[in-house]
């Protein structure tokens, strides 16, 4: 429906120009997130994408859709319209300030045996600072199983790096956190377990209009470093290993 309002009202302003005396007094105004403005001629519209307007300096300027807050049209310097939001559907995503994040995923490996199976989860929360749509930090904490039927598990506290590639409700992003983890000793055949250093790096979707929760999906590589001092018996022996996972993330961000 906002598709169809920005094209009735580009038409009315083209057949205004048209059958105009004075078309050169037909101007569009595009009033920008950021508090620009910009007035001019508009020179070409792809609905949905961008927008190329001839400012009143002579300059040629191609403006996404995506950067458009409101827009209108006036003639002899007389305002034509109702201000409207432009078609892709309005971007009310915060770029800065504080945020929440939750996640829930599973952590995939490529090696199965006995006592546990090719997939383990992972559970985390985070909070922090974001500056820009590029750049934002925190720290957070979570859980690691890294194997469904054993008791290798890791509890990692780490900090994190994110960002947004796109200003508009659906964006790429990218994630790296970084810590470390404290092993568990919970079964009764480990003596004891020593933690180590987590990377995990990852790329991902943000979902929603930037309104109250939004979800995200990513993918990613988790690395952690870990020891493990078992026994069964009069058998005892020491593992020292790094986990290399594949992680599968749904996240949720406040």
Not at 43 to 52: A, D, Q, S, T
Not at 79 to 88: I, V
Request: net charge neutral.
């Amino acid at each position: 429906m906002k598709k169809i309002q920005l094209l009735s009202l580009i038409l009315f302003g083209i057949l205004n120009t048209a059958f105009s005396q004075k078309s050169e007094d037909n101007n569009l105004h595009l009033l920008l997130y950021k508090g620009m403005t910009l007035e001019g001629k508009m020179i070409e519209l792809v609905p949905g994408e961008y927008v190329v307007i001839l400012t009143t300096d002579g300059h040629e300027i191609k403006v996404p859709d995506r950067k458009i807050k409101r827009y209108y049209y006036s003639q002899d310097d007389q305002d034509l319209r109702t201000e409207m939001t432009p078609g892709h559907g309005a971007y009310h995503f915060k770029e800065s300030g504080f945020y929440q994040y939750s996640t829930l995923g599973v952590i995939m490996n490529t090696v199965s045996n006995a006592e546990g199976g090719t997939v383990g989860f992972e559970m985390s929360i985070s909070a922090g600072h974001q500056w820009s749509r590029w750049v934002g930090a925190g720290l957070g904490a979570g859980v690691d199983f890294y194997r469904s039927g054993a008791s290798e598990m890791s509890f990692p506290l780490f900090a994190e790096v994110r960002g947004y590639f796109f200003s508009r409700p659906s964006t790429p992003y990218y994630l790296v956190r970084s810590g470390y983890g404290f092993a568990s000793a919970n079964e009764s055949r480990i003596n004891a377990a020593k933690g180590g250093w987590m990377f995990n790096p990852a790329v991902g979707w943000r979902l929603g209009d930037g309104r109250g929760l939004k979800m995200t999906l990513d993918v990613g590589l988790h690395f952690q470093h870990a020891g493990f001092d078992y026994s069964q018996g009069e058998e005892q022996s020491d593992v020292d290993i790094v986990y290399k996972r594949l992680s599968m993330r749904l996240g949720f961000l406040f």
